[in-house]
């Protein structure tokens, strides 16, 4: 029996010629991650461990974006935490404010990760690598924090789900909408301790930030990590953003897979997730007319510059609701100068949205666009969990930036057409 | 031996849910603990006694990678959790932080919250003292339980510096 890209990629790094599912292993790691949430635990326990320094002070990358810049006196102790810890290791990759972003956005942005890798990071957006032919998953504060110490991590070898990508996206219908669908079909533990594995004619018509959207969102299935077969477009990304030797795994003919799905791109539809889970997906042709009072467009799964295009695109020429907040977010620094560059900026402002600094804030409900009670929210992030934007009794609707943008416009969960015709 | 009663809850039950992001400006298990559950079960927090077990359905923990959720569970009192299923990345918290889990659908299915229920970690036993019905657990994996037999990751690590010098 072969085995999957996954699979590959973890027996290089644990020493072995050949892993098996369920096998618990030992692996060497290529990058370990942190943010000011979780980076903190980390450090505590980092020291409990009695580890004086990190294994390799340029194979840890720490990110303050969840609560930056600083919500209040306790999150910006939390920052300190991590900052001081990271100037006493001398780790090079932390990026202060100023020069950060969503840590999911950065990271590939930076050029940190490279096909083959092995990353861990303590948050569990970690799975976005994956978009480069990486195996890249979320763990916690003490698996961070041992990795910091040791450069290993334990994992226990997963099963694949393949998907099979066929056909072209149509007009409108993005990364996001693809990952939803999924969701949507195999529910919210449908990968449950498994990988899922992208391969297929198909994904040549994805962009990477579409791949890295659908990578973002496979913890969203329940899955380990989510991983896409790299081809010219990965290699090309590779080659414009990192200096760093990669190797390229394929899997194996007689690889196993617990189910595969064919997936023909082109019958994907729009496709909004109503609360409160990722699963709970709805198509145009179901969705009434349901009043919203905020747009968030940003994340770590839509804050990328193609998703700030799109955006634009829509919002051009229109002014958002009176009665909507519309907030957007680009992903990191060099997406908000870019965005600026291109006029996307200007846009959004001259249609009445703001935009912020790069942060996580309002995905996770820790600020920038908390919900009161009974408000509605559609959001390009990743998550609509009871509370998740703020009040236990707000909502969020998951959707793409077309049809974001489409309804901080009409102020009711719209589809782009219905604004551009 | 673990006795307590059952706390029970559903399918599904995420971080977020467990321990909203809006507390999580600490690190301090004692302060997360006020919180715990409380977008769920606002009740919780007056009615969890020391060595009670948390229940439920399939995929528990699922969502953020925070580990902040198994600490507020256990410093809530929490003494194990019995689920259906569990999502991976708690799953992998709990063991390191040394906060017993037991994957046992049946158990997680017959349990009635309030029923008194008691749990043989080394055996993986777990009794309902209400009915009398017993149910058996899978048993942890060899590496695991010598992660839980160490007290946790950090335990595990410290012994494995230690013994490389």
Not at chain 1, 131 to 144: E, H, K
Not at chain 1, 379 to 386: D, G, H, K, Q, Y
Not at chain 1, 389 to 406: D, I, K, N, Q, R
């Given at each position: 029996?072969?085995?999957?890209?996954?699979?590959?990629?973890?027996?290089?790094?644990?020493?072995?010629?050949?892993?098996?599912?369920?096998?618990?292993?030992?692996?060497?790691?290529?990058?370990?991650?942190?943010?000011?949430?979780?980076?903190?635990?980390?450090?505590?326990?980092?020291?409990?461990?009695?580890?004086?320094?990190?294994?390799?002070?340029?194979?840890?990358?720490?990110?303050?974006?969840?609560?930056?810049?600083?919500?209040?006196?306790?999150?910006?102790?939390?920052?300190?935490?991590?900052?001081?810890?990271?100037?006493?290791?001398?780790?090079?990759?932390?990026?202060?404010?100023?020069?950060?972003?969503?840590?999911?956005?950065?990271?590939?942005?930076?050029?940190?990760?490279?096909?083959?890798?092995?990353?861990?990071?303590?948050?569990?957006?970690?799975?976005?690598?994956?978009?480069?032919?990486?195996?890249?998953?979320?763990?916690?504060?003490?698996?961070?924090?041992?990795?910091?110490?040791?450069?290993?991590?334990?994992?226990?070898?997963?099963?694949?789900?393949?998907?099979?990508?066929?056909?072209?996206?149509?007009?409108?219908?993005?990364?996001?909408?693809?990952?939803?669908?999924?969701?949507?079909?195999?529910?919210?533990?449908?990968?449950?301790?498994?990988?899922?594995?992208?391969?297929?004619?198909?994904?040549?018509?994805?962009?990477?930030?579409?791949?890295?959207?659908?990578?973002?969102?496979?913890?969203?299935?329940?899955?380990?990590?989510?991983?896409?077969?790299?081809?010219?477009?990965?290699?090309?990304?590779?080659?414009?953003?990192?200096?760093?030797?990669?190797?390229?795994?394929?899997?194996?003919?007689?690889?196993?897979?617990?189910?595969?799905?064919?997936?023909?791109?082109?019958?994907?539809?729009?496709?909004?997730?109503?609360?409160?889970?990722?699963?709970?997906?709805?198509?145009?042709?179901?969705?009434?007319?349901?009043?919203?009072?905020?747009?968030?467009?940003?994340?770590?799964?839509?804050?990328?510059?193609?998703?700030?295009?799109?955006?634009?695109?829509?919002?051009?020429?229109?002014?958002?609701?009176?009665?909507?907040?519309?907030?957007?977010?680009?992903?990191?620094?060099?997406?908000?100068?870019?965005?600026?560059?291109?006029?996307?900026?200007?846009?959004?402002?001259?249609?009445?949205?703001?935009?912020?600094?790069?942060?996580?804030?309002?995905?996770?409900?820790?600020?920038?666009?908390?919900?009161?009670?009974?408000?509605?929210?559609?959001?390009?992030?990743?998550?609509?969990?009871?509370?998740?934007?703020?009040?236990?009794?707000?909502?969020?609707?998951?959707?793409?930036?077309?049809?974001?943008?489409?309804?901080?416009?009409?102020?009711?969960?719209?589809?782009?057409?219905?604004?551009?015709? | 031996?673990?006795?307590?009663?059952?706390?029970?809850?559903?399918?599904?039950?995420?971080?977020?849910?467990?321990?909203?992001?809006?507390?999580?400006?600490?690190?301090?298990?004692?302060?997360?603990?006020?919180?715990?559950?409380?977008?769920?079960?606002?009740?919780?927090?007056?009615?969890?006694?020391?060595?009670?077990?948390?229940?439920?359905?399939?995929?528990?923990?699922?969502?953020?990678?925070?580990?902040h959720a198994p600490i507020a569970i256990k410093a809530s009192g929490i003494s194990c959790i019995i689920a259906e299923t569990f999502a991976r990345i708690f799953y992998r918290n709990a063991i390191n932080i040394g906060l017993p889990i037991?994957?046992?659908?049946?158990?997680?299915?017959?349990?009635?919250?309030?029923?008194?229920?008691?749990?043989?970690?080394?055996?993986?036993?777990?009794?309902?003292?209400?009915?009398?019905?017993?149910?058996?657990?899978?048993?942890?994996?060899?590496?695991?339980?010598?992660?839980?037999?160490?007290?946790?990751?950090?335990?595990?690590?410290?012994?494995?510096?230690?013994?490389?010098?």
């Amino acid at each position: 029996m072969g085995m999957t890209m996954t699979q590959k990629i973890l027996a290089a790094h644990a020493g072995l010629d050949k892993v098996e599912p369920g096998q618990l292993i030992m692996a060497n790691v290529d990058l370990v991650l942190g943010n000011d949430i979780t980076a903190p635990v980390a450090i505590r326990e980092f020291k409990r461990m009695g580890a004086r320094r990190v294994f390799d002070r340029k194979k840890v990358a720490l990110v303050p974006d969840h609560f930056t810049p600083n919500k209040d006196i306790k999150s910006a102790e939390q920052c300190r935490v991590m900052r001081e810890f990271a100037r006493d290791m001398e780790i090079e990759n932390y990026f202060e404010v100023g020069q950060m972003g969503i840590e999911h956005a950065l990271i590939p942005e930076k050029g940190l990760v490279v096909p083959g890798d092995v990353v861990i990071g303590a948050d569990s957006h970690t799975c976005t690598y994956g978009a480069l032919g990486a195996f890249s998953t979320g763990v916690g504060s003490t698996d961070m924090a041992a990795a910091m110490a040791t450069g290993q991590a334990w994992f226990k070898v997963p099963e694949a789900i393949k998907f099979v990508l066929k056909g072209r996206l149509n007009k409108w219908v993005s990364g996001k909408d693809v990952i939803l669908h999924i969701i949507g079909m195999i529910g919210v533990d449908g990968a449950l301790y498994q990988s899922m594995e992208f391969t297929g004619e198909g994904i040549a018509g994805l962009s990477m930030d579409d791949r890295f959207t659908i990578a973002n969102m496979a913890i969203e299935a329940g899955a380990k990590n989510g991983i896409f077969e790299v081809d010219d477009e990965t290699l090309e990304y590779v080659k414009q953003h990192s200096t760093r030797e990669f190797k390229v795994y394929k899997a194996d003919e007689d690889a196993e897979y617990s189910k595969v799905f064919e997936i023909d791109l082109s019958s994907v539809p729009l496709t909004v997730a109503f609360p409160h889970l990722p699963s709970n997906v709805n198509t145009f042709d179901q969705i009434g007319d349901i009043p919203i009072d905020q747009v968030v467009i940003g994340s770590c799964t839509n804050g990328r510059l193609s998703d700030l295009r799109i955006a634009a695109e829509v919002l051009k020429g229109h002014k958002v609701h009176p009665r909507v907040r519309t907030i957007v977010i680009p992903a990191t620094q060099r997406i908000y100068l870019e965005a600026m560059r291109e006029g996307l900026l200007e846009i959004f402002v001259e249609a009445g949205a703001v935009v912020s600094t790069p942060t996580c804030g309002p995905c996770l409900g820790g600020h920038m666009g908390i919900l009161a009670k009974g408000e509605r929210a559609v959001a390009t992030t990743n998550r609509n969990f009871v509370g998740r934007m703020g009040h236990v009794e707000s909502e969020v609707y998951l959707a793409s930036p077309a049809v974001a943008a489409a309804s901080a416009i009409t102020g009711k969960i719209s589809s782009p057409e219905e604004v551009l015709g | 031996m673990i006795k307590g009663k059952a706390i029970k809850y559903g399918n599904n039950v995420d971080t977020d849910v467990i321990i909203p992001a809006r507390y999580l400006n600490t690190t301090d298990p004692k302060e997360l603990a006020v919180h715990c559950m409380e977008d769920l079960d606002p009740g919780f927090r007056n009615k969890v006694q020391s060595g009670d077990i948390m229940v439920a359905g399939t995929n528990f923990g699922c969502g953020s990678s925070r580990e902040h959720a198994p600490i507020a569970i256990k410093a809530s009192g929490i003494s194990c959790i019995i689920a259906e299923t569990f999502a991976r990345i708690f799953y992998r918290n709990a063991i390191n932080i040394g906060l017993p889990i037991l994957e046992c659908p049946e158990a997680a299915r017959d349990l009635r919250d309030g029923d008194q229920v008691a749990v043989d970690l080394t055996t993986g036993e777990i009794t309902n003292l209400t009915t009398g019905k017993t149910y058996k657990a899978a048993p942890f994996p060899q590496f695991m339980q010598e992660l839980i037999r160490a007290g946790g990751l950090v335990e595990y690590v410290k012994e494995r510096m230690g013994a490389e010098g």
